[in-house]
T-cell receptor, first 113, second 112 residues
Framework: GDSVTQMEGPVTLSEEAFLTINCTYT??????LFWYVQYPGEGLQLLLK?????DKGSNKGFEATYRKETTSFHLEKGSVQVSDSAVYFC????????????FGKGTKLTVNP | DGGITQSPKYLFRKEGQNVTLSCEQN?????MYWYRQDPGQGLRLIYY???????QKGDIAEGYSVSREKKESFPLTVTSAQKNPTAFYLC???????????FGPGTRLTVL
């Protein structure tokens, strides 16, 4: 079945460091791909998305490119801030017409000043 | 403002009691979802509903029940049959035919 694998956390960086959080997926067909962010004690918010191969999603300095050849959707940011500290989830749209999402387990990011 | 509300934010219950978590949305979305979140396990789908008066089991439906009598509302009941009910519960919704899910703020349930 469809699945998402994210890099294990936690990830700890200093402010202004470069961030990469790896995400690879297994799916039939051509899923849409998403990154969600969860701040402490809150629900998830959509960070960015890509709906077809080679699309680049971007928002708030974060970027991710839909790579079909490597089945990947890695999240990157050139210079992280303390306010980026959160848990990041990669997700894909499940096949079968149910409009469900399949989520990775999440990667906790802590940015220190 | 349109959005999803979940209440209460924190809920405490004694073991053996059923408890109902509220989820309301005013986004006019057709589909609604309930997830359970435990540390290190990501989100696991409990139930989802694509239209009023219809719902399907997700991956971990045992010990839970739902209803969808109105488009705006999708309450989740955690029954006494759920062996480990202490968790963070998230409700979400989507427009029909779309995958982007909008999430509520969550309810943290603690069973004592």
């Amino acid at each position: 079945g469809d699945s998402v694998t994210q890099m294990e956390g936690p990830v700890t960086l200093s402010e202004e460091a470069f961030l990469t959080i790896n995400c690879t997926y297994t799916a039939t067909g051509y899923p849409s791909l998403f990154w969600y962010v969860q701040y402490p004690g809150e629900g998830l918010q959509l960070l960015l998305k890509a709906t077809k191969a080679d699309d680049k999603g971007s928002n708030k300095g974060f970027e991710a490119t839909y790579r079909k050849e490597t089945t990947s959707f890695h999240l990157e940011k050139g210079s992280v801030q303390v306010s980026d500290s959160a848990v990041y989830f990669c997700a894909l749209s499940a096949q079968g017409g149910s409009e469900k999402l399949v989520f990775g387990k999440g990667t906790k990011l802590t940015v220190n000043p | 403002d349109g959005g999803i509300t979940q209440s209460p934010k924190y809920l405490f219950r004694k073991e053996g009691q059923n408890v109902t978590l509220s989820c309301e949305q005013n986004l006019n979305h057709d589909a609604m979802y309930w997830y359970r979140q435990d540390p290190g396990q990501g989100l696991r789908l409990i139930y989802y509903s694509q239209i009023v008066n219809d719902f399907q089991k997700g991956d971990i439906a045992e010990g839970y029940s739902v209803s969808r009598e109105k488009k705006e509302s999708f309450p989740l009941t955690v029954t006494s049959a759920q062996k480990n009910p202490t968790a963070f519960y998230l409700c979400a919704s989507t427009r029909g035919g779309e995958f982007e899910q909008f999430f509520g703020p969550g309810t943290r349930l603690t069973v004592l």
